[in-house]
């Protein structure tokens, strides 16, 4: 158990990020299952314009620290060969 004043504050203050990023996390998944329900219907349109909204918030995760950039980079490249492979057919 924390004993230090600065311990127990900084139990507080992970206890907000970890509310914070788990709420930015979320909100990356229904972004990736909205652009996978386009690709899954077969709706180029849609999942062109839901790859874009959801390429802006995995790169959001990115810069706010909930996802690792690579692990960002590969979601996202990922994302694009679906929507490629998606649209050639």
Known sequence: MANTPGAKKAVRKIARRTEVNKSRRSRVRTYLRMFDEAVTAGDAD??????????SEVMRAVSKGVLHKNTGSRKVSRLAAQLKKLSAA
């Open 46 to 55: 849609k999942a062109k314009a839901a790859f874009v909204e959801a390429q």
